[in-house]
């Protein structure tokens, strides 16, 4: 059974930093290309940053500087290093495995951005 669970949200004042973490199981994690994808109540999802599964990664403009993704192989583990937040970095952050067509989902982890 597939699954994808994400957790470290929560309220953080601007300015501060938070870790999400993904554990995956029930695929290979390390062939995976993995991806944080964030999504505000009415607006489309939006791909905040991806890593490759030989290591290269990738970020949204709006992110590039502050945020960090990384991944360890070895605990089929994913992470989101959150620095410098602002309020419009507010959403659902949500973990996406693709490979080849095949497409898993968390349930997403509510990060709040807010004084």
């Known amino acids: 059974q597939v699954q994808l669970v994400e957790s470290g949200g929560g309220l953080v004042q601007p300015g501060g930093s938070l870790r999400l973490s993904c554990v995956a199981s029930?695929?290979?994690?390390?062939?995976?290309?993995m991806y944080w994808v964030r999504q505000v109540p009415g607006k489309e999802r939006e791909l905040v940053a991806g890593?490759?599964?030989?290591?290269?990664?990738t970020y949204v403009d709006s992110v590039k500087g502050r945020f960090t993704i990384s991944k360890d192989n070895a605990k089929n583990i994913l992470y989101l290093q959150m620095n410098g937040l602002k309020p419009e970095d507010t959403a659902v952050y949500y973990c996406?495995?693709?490979?080849?067509?095949?497409?898993?989902w968390g349930q997403g982890t509510q990060v709040t951005v807010s004084s």
């Open positions: 029930g695929f290979t994690f390390s062939t995976f290309w």
């Open positions: 890593v490759t599964s030989g290591g290269s990664t």
């Open positions: 996406n495995a693709r490979n080849w067509g095949t497409e898993y």
